[in-house]
């Protein structure tokens, strides 16, 4: 099961590193984390998307949750949030597709960024399901490289 976790920690050396390694230790794959700091800068807020045995991610949950660096763990797959992530995205490009192409990029809100004889790079922002969709428009045209931020979230409402 795909679970999103959001923790704010103190921001200081090997607190990152000790929470990657306790969900590595609970056989929980973690496909995007991403860190930084908060309004606070002796706090950073970490989201980690994970992929896993519930139990498993449960029990580093609460582990993690002990750990003085550690000032709070939510949760977020159990609550309403909303997430954004950014993506950039190096296309192959030719003069036969650049109109596809730039009318796939209008749909997406996707920002050109750079532009080569045979290559065109843009940027987006948005939600995982966007992100992805976008991906999956660009793929027959020849990804050439990419590179996800991973997710970011914050609980909705004035919680």
């Known amino acids: ?42 706090v950073s807020r970490i989201v980690l998307r994970l992929e896993g045995d519930d139990a498993a991610i449960d029990a580093a949950e609460q582990y993690l949750d002990s750990l003085d660096s550690i000032i709070q763990i939510d949760d977020l797959s159990r609550k309403d949030f909303v997430d954004r992530e950014l993506v950039m995205i190096k296309i192959a490009m030719s003069p036969a597709n650049t109109g596809q192409l730039m009318q796939i990029f209008e749909v997406f809100r996707a920002s050109v960024v750079g532009m080569g004889q045979e290559t065109i790079t843009v940027e987006m922002s948005g939600d995982q399901e966007r992100v992805e969709g976008l991906i999956q428009m660009l793929v027959p045209y020849g990804i050439k490289s990419m590179c996800r931020s991973g997710m970011i979230a914050l609980k909705r409402g004035d919680e």
């Open 1 to 42: 099961m795909k679970r999103t976790i959001s923790a704010l920690a103190k921001n200081e050396p090997g607190v990152l590193a000790e929470l990657s390694m306790q969900f590595g230790k609970s056989d929980a794959n973690i496909l995007s984390l991403a860190a930084g700091e908060t309004e606070n800068p002796e």
